[in-house]
């Protein structure tokens, strides 16, 4: 039987894209926990993911796939089933649009926010609300990016706004409001109450947790330098 | 073969409207070429790509498609003849990896070189020279990335490296030579022997006037 396994690090959005869709999929896979990700990088991950040594890492039958958006589309190459794209060539390249933009600028955005301090922090904040105001007005129409069903785009860009949600909570800005962004406040909750995304995301409290401890950090660094 | 209006919204010194043109050449579409002023921009470009309000954008039956890598692969899908992704899932997931490692990484950090002030651009240079590396390391003495013909990852280096070739020259920083870059610096002469690419890239000369006259207006 092939054998899939995925490498990540729990704090980590980006190796929830990977199991959601596996799961998603009904794949069989062995989950490999990334100890201490942001201090250590073990073996496998050097040797899986040698250009930028980051989880997630998918390993299918020894083969090496890197970055989560490459990942999502080789599983979706080969596992058909349920599957995460449209079939129409246009539909796909909409879907592929957005998830080109959740890498370009809410990616961004995710370090963004919890690295930078001052100015640029205030930038991130002012990007972030630009971000929303384009999602709101131009990306959703219907339940999900996907259309009445999860897709591709919705746990790529679900993936990350989740995240964002929590560094709100962390930094004291509240963006994603039910009055200011109406459809996005609704694709989110609609997102978050998917059984595919409850039964497998973090425990809210602990992540908020960590991100504290992390921000604090680096805002501590910051002022002694 | 049906009707089929295509159209291309570019600019001339864009390189990402030529990865575009290239995919489209080797498929052998017929469409309609539109040149688009960035300092004035056309209400029709606003209208097919509002999210970023930039070239390219390809308009397929009047419905509109934006960001390079993204019109690629649906030209791949869409005009089934000469592929430029592989057909293999891992392949093609390898070439996917290597585009957007030039799109995200390459290609940024170099136009930050040539753009960066006098302080930031040693910093710059470092950068971009790593990420060029890190390509350089992974291409092989094989004429293509992917196999026998010219595939994505051939069309976003070797674009990029024609373009670096120039914008150096202009800026007066030695970034890619055949001495730090052997084989990305080869790969340039195997760019001007593929027909296609010489045929859409715009004259060096011209580029370089282009960058002269750039660079003066952004100081």
Partial sequence: MAEVKVLGAWPSPFGYRVIWALKHKGVKFEYIEEEDHLNKKSKLRLQSNP?????????????????????????????????LLPQDPYERAMARFWIKLGEDKATTLFFAFIRAVGEDHEKATNEWKELLQILEKHGLGKKFFGGEEIGMADLALGSVVCWLEIFEEIVGV??????????LHQWIQNFKQEPLIKDNIPDRQKLVSFFKHRREAIVAAAKAS | ?????????????????????????????????????????????????????????????????????????????????????????????????????????????????????????????????????????????????????IGLV?????????????????????????????????????????????????????????????????K
């Avoid at chain 1, 509240?174 to 459809?183: G, L, T």
């Avoid at chain 2, 800026?171 to 890619?176: D, F, H, K, M, N």
Wanted: net charge negative; charged share 25%; aromatic share 10%.
């Fill in chain 1, 51 to 83: 250009v930028h040594q980051k989880v997630p890492v998918f390993i299918h039958d020894g083969k090496p796939v890197a970055e989560s958006t490459v990942i999502l589309e080789y599983i979706e190459e080969t596992w058909p089933q349920n599957p």
């Fill in chain 2, 1 to 149: 073969m049906a009707h089929e209006e295509v159209k291309l919204f570019g600019m001339w010194s864009s390189p990402f409207v030529r990865i575009v043109e290239v995919a489209l050449k080797i498929k052998g579409v017929q469409y309609e070429y539109i040149e688009e002023d960035l300092q004035n921009k056309s209400s029709l470009l606003l209208k097919y790509n509002p999210v970023y309000k930039k070239v390219p954008v390809l308009l397929h039956n009047g419905k509109p498609i934006a960001e390079s890598l993204v019109i690629v692969e649906y030209i791949d899908e869409t005009w089934k003849d000469n592929p430029i992704l592989p057909q293999d899932s891992f392949e093609r997931a390898q070439a996917r990896f290597w585009a957007k490692l030039i799109d995200d990484k390459c290609m940024p950090s170099l136009w930050r070189v040539f753009r960066s002030k006098d302080n930031e651009q040693e910093k710059a240079t470092e950068e971009a020279l790593e990420n060029l590396k890190i390509l350089e390391n992974e291409l092989t003495d094989k004429r293509f990335f992917g196999g026998e013909t």
């Fill in chain 2, 154 to 218: 051939d069309i976003a280096a070797k674009i990029t490296v024609y373009w670096v070739q120039v914008a150096q020259e202009v800026a007066g920083v030695g970034i890619i030579s055949s001495q730090n870059f052997p084989v990305l610096f080869k790969w340039i002469d195997d760019l001007l022997s593929c027909n296609v690419l010489k045929e859409t890239m715009p004259p060096k000369d011209k580029l370089a006037a282009f960058f002269r006259t750039h660079s003066k207006a952004s």
């Fill in chain 1, 174 to 183: 509240k963006m994603i409001e039910a009055v200011s962004f109406p459809r």
